[in-house]
């Protein structure tokens, strides 16, 4: 069974301080790793991808990749409010021609 | 590059009666898949293409029907609507090489069954 688990939250977290993202997932020979960002009624729009393990920084966005662990972080340093969004974890599984398995996501609210 | 268009953005049906959800992308990308989304739910699933005449399943293909005759184009056809397919339709498209799938996503159609 495929599975990419994230809490559903609302995560809400006072302006400027860091949001914390978690996202686990079943396939220990997953490959690729993504965060979508999803804005009430617009489309997920892609954040970061990571491939190894690791951090990844982009901006103000590190996504951190354990594959031993099976799990995979996003973390936002500097909240906004304009980051209040669902993000959404995805991950490729090993086996052939599969699309990306989303999560159902994680609602973040910033407070200002 | 227009990315991964989709049309309409809106639309009415009555129950009974069938579309089309038209989808096309300008990045050469050999995949193209289809979702949908309920108020306050995850991504599902409809159908996937890894490449012209070439679809598969998905999480939930029933009501739905797609082709794949070109590239860049991948519709997805509603036959007999059904208020339980009132949803939000999500195109998607992705390059595949070396297991890297970065999906890139349309618009959406917002559909409503009445």
């Known amino acids: 069974q495929k599975e990419v688990e994230q809490n559903s939250g609302p995560l809400s977290v006072p302006e400027g301080a860091i949001a914390s993202l978690n996202c686990t997932y079943s396939?220990?020979?997953?490959?690729?790793f993504f965060w979508y960002r999803q804005y009430s009624g617009k489309s997920p729009e892609l954040i970061m991808s990571i491939y190894s393990n690791g951090d990844k920084e982009d901006g103000r966005f590190t996504a951190q990749l354990n594959k031993a662990s099976q799990y995979v972080s996003l973390l936002i340093r500097d909240s906004q409010p304009s980051d209040s969004a669902t993000y959404l974890c995805?991950?490729?599984?090993?086996?052939?021609?599969?699309?990306?398995?989303f999560g159902k996501g994680t609602r973040l609210s910033v407070i200002a | 590059n227009a990315g991964v268009t989709q049309t309409p953005k809106f639309r009415i049906l009555k129950i009974g009666q069938s579309m089309t959800l038209q989808c096309a992308q300008d990045?050469?990308?050999?995949?193209m898949y289809w979702y949908r989304q309920d108020p306050g739910m995850g991504l599902k699933l409809i159908y996937y293409s890894v490449g012209a005449g070439i679809t598969d399943k998905g999480e939930v293909p029933n009501g739905y029907n797609v082709s794949r005759s070109t590239t860049e184009d991948f519709p997805l056809r509603l036959e007999l609507a059904a208020p339980s397919q009132t949803s939000v339709y999500f195109c998607?498209?992705?390059?595949?090489?070396?297991?890297?799938?970065?999906?890139?996503f349309g618009p959406g159609t917002r559909l409503t069954v009445t």
């Open positions: 396939d220990r020979g997953s490959q690729s």
């Open positions: 990045m050469n990308h050999n995949y």
């Open positions: 998607a498209s992705s390059y595949s090489g070396d297991n890297i799938r970065e999906q890139y």
């Open positions: 995805a991950v490729t599984f090993s086996s052939g021609n599969t699309p990306l398995v």
